[in-house]
């Protein structure tokens, strides 16, 4: 069975401050890691995809995550956080193939919060 | 690419009425899947579709859960009987299933029960 632990609920940084939001999973076969963003009454958004090409993957608005598979984790970093990137983080982990590919199970969620 | 979209937006419904939510996936995606999502929460697996099959369910989904896919494009979860517990956001995703199975999610549908 597969799990995602998201460590912090709630991380405030002040704008222009580096982002971290932290993402450990458990998998009994090597996932696809995802980081969504959500913003209030809205769907999920795809932020960044890790599929085992290169362990550093870059996404949309500046974000990044590295895959570390002696950690188990795949953090979300921004070097400069924006007023518009406050909004919840979802991480997510799914099979990579067969009848359970595509599937994905959820952290519980990390709300950022930027200072101006 | 119009997109994931999901209808209604908003439902209030009265305790023990039935309810039914629609979603339309990206045309040529042939999976489709259904989460919920409460407050603080990470959204939840209930099924999900390749084309009009119905492959899996989730031990959330009860027998008051109900879900179609017709003709492997859109698809309808129906509530029967709700519950204030079944207020939550409803949200459809699709995906090519090859691949990265990248999913893309519709807006959701919130619902509440008074």
């Known amino acids: 069975a597969q799990s995602v632990t998201q460590l912090g609920s709630h991380v405030s940084v002040s704008e222009g401050a580096l982002v971290l939001l932290r993402c450990n999973y458990s998998s009994s076969v090597p996932p696809y890691l995802f980081w969504y963003v959500q913003y209030p009454n809205q769907g999920l958004q795809l932020l960044l995809k890790?599929?085992?090409?290169?362990?550093l993957v870059k996404g949309i608005n500046g974000f990044e995550a590295e895959f570390k598979k002696s950690e188990t984790s795949f953090h979300l970093t921004k070097p400069s956080a924006h007023m518009s990137d406050a909004a919840e983080y979802f991480c997510a982990v799914s099979d990579r193939g067969g009848t359970n590919a595509g599937k994905s199970t959820f952290g519980d969620g990390t709300t950022l919060t930027v200072k101006p | 690419d119009t997109g994931v979209s999901q209808n209604p937006r908003h439902k209030i419904t009265k305790r023990g009425q039935n309810v039914t939510f629609r979603c339309d996936p990206i045309?040529?995606?042939?999976?489709l899947y259904w989460y919920r999502q409460t407050l603080g929460q990470g959204p939840e697996f209930l099924t999900y579709?390749?084309?009009?099959?119905?492959?899996?369910k989730s031990r959330l989904l009860s027998d008051r859960f109900s879900a179609e896919r017709p003709k492997g494009s859109f698809s309808t979860l129906e509530i029967q009987r709700t519950e204030q517990g079944d207020s939550a956001m409803y949200l459809c995703?699709?995906?090519?299933?090859?691949?990265?199975?990248?999913?893309?999610f519709g807006p959701g549908t919130r619902l509440t029960v008074t």
């Open positions: 890790y599929t085992s090409a290169a362990t």
């Open positions: 995703a699709s995906s090519t299933g090859q691949g990265t199975s990248e999913q893309y």
């Open positions: 579709f390749q084309n009009e099959a119905q492959l899996e």
């Open positions: 045309s040529e995606h042939n999976r």
